[in-house]
């Protein structure tokens, strides 16, 4: 009987039970993708009585993820605890113990990223993120696999769906911030707490890893930007706008030079005219442009967030954990991800 791939899921609220469902709605093609099973071994929640939705196993449920991260008998640790401190330490544990990870922290990876990448490298595993900077988008695969030869010299994009939601809404209602907001918070766009969003610190978390991908001869923990959010645009800024024919947008940027070293970075509300990609990127969408020095400009584009394009990726990361087991099934092979 061929080894199943066994995963320790870390955290079981939106993204986790969109992890679960992703992999019980498509276990056969899973299993022909990769040659092998891949099954669920443990979850560690937090609230070990909180309501689930139907199809999670709650016997495999427990309440502390140093059980998931130390058993031997799972090969794979997928962290969707969200946080720092105790992600990094549970991080930490299960790769020191010799498992692969994949993670959709980017708080945890903007700061302390260079560390795991490192503690990967020693116990020679595997590390994967593309989860944690655009959900659905594959922009680190992206940068990763097509840009070997081009050398990036720009990237920039809209990369928060909540303050892109936000400002959409004000651009075509006429609703002030504080509306916007509470819209977004009613529709599952936005955290209660929204300050990571609306002030900038989310978008430049993601800004960081990407990059991290571009430049690779220092770590993340030396990029820097100074993030400015959108929580001070006025309904008198967006209508001045209008009155332009441009919009207001949130958007990341960073430059390089040709030996790969960041030449500036940025982040906050940029006034955009209508021969801008960027400028029809509306809603709860995100995109990326990418500029190198032999393509050109080409532009990422798709669900940024939500719980099943960030499952997608994280499944699609286990394929970069397993390459070997790996089958060509053509148009096939594209996960289903089931009604939203």
């Known amino acids: 009987m061929v080894k199943p791939i066994r995963i320790g899921l870390l955290g079981c609220g939106v993204v986790g039970t969109g992890v679960v469902r992703v992999l019980q709605q498509n276990r ?131 990369v928060n769906g909540t303050s892109n939601y936000i400002l959409t809404k004000m651009h075509a209602d006429g609703t002030e911030f504080a509306e916007a907001l509470a819209e977004a918070q009613e529709l599952g766009y936005a955290e209660p707490d929204a300050t990571m969003d609306i ?21 993340i923990a030396e990029f820097k930007a100074q993030p400015s959010g959108i929580s001070q645009v006025t309904q008198q800024d967006i209508q001045q706008a209008l009155a332009q024919g441009k919009r207001i947008k949130h958007v990341v940027s960073a430059e390089f030079a040709a030996d790969g070293c960041i030449t500036s970075m940025h982040v906050g509300p940029q006034l955009l005219s209508s021969d801008d990609v960027l400028y029809h990127v509306n ?27 960030t499952a997608s990726a994280i499944v699609e990361d286990l394929a970069k954990v397993y390459p070997t087991h790996l089958r060509c099934l053509g148009n096939s092979s594209v996960m289903s991800v089931g009604s939203r």
């Open 28 to 158: 056969e093609r899973i299993e022909a993708v990769f040659g092998r099973p891949v099954e669920i071994e443990k979850i560690a929640v937090a609230d070990l009585t909180r309501p689930r939705m139907s199809f999670v196993p709650v016997a495999k449920l427990c309440d502390d993820w140093k059980r998931v991260c130390t058993d031997d008998n799972i090969d794979v640790i997928i962290e969707v605890m969200g946080g720092q401190t105790a992600a990094k330490d549970a991080v930490s544990v299960a790769l020191q113990h010799g498992k692969h990870v994949v993670t959709a922290n980017k708080e945890l990876l903007s700061t302390q990223g260079g560390a795991l990448y490192e503690l990967a490298r020693s116990r020679n595993v595997r590390l994967e993120c593309e989860a944690s900077v655009l959900g659905g988008i594959p922009a680190l695969h992206t940068l990763e696999t097509y840009f070997r030869v081009n050398q990036i010299r720009k990237l920039r994009g809209i």
């Open 199 to 219: 002030e900038g610190l989310d978008a430049s978390f993601k800004l960081q890893i990407l990059a991290k991908y571009v430049s690779k001869t220092v770590t």
């Open 283 to 309: 809603g709860v969408q995100n995109a990326l442009e990418l500029s190198g020095d032999i393509v050109g400009d080409i532009l990422l584009s798709g669900p940024g967030a939500g719980a099943l394009p």
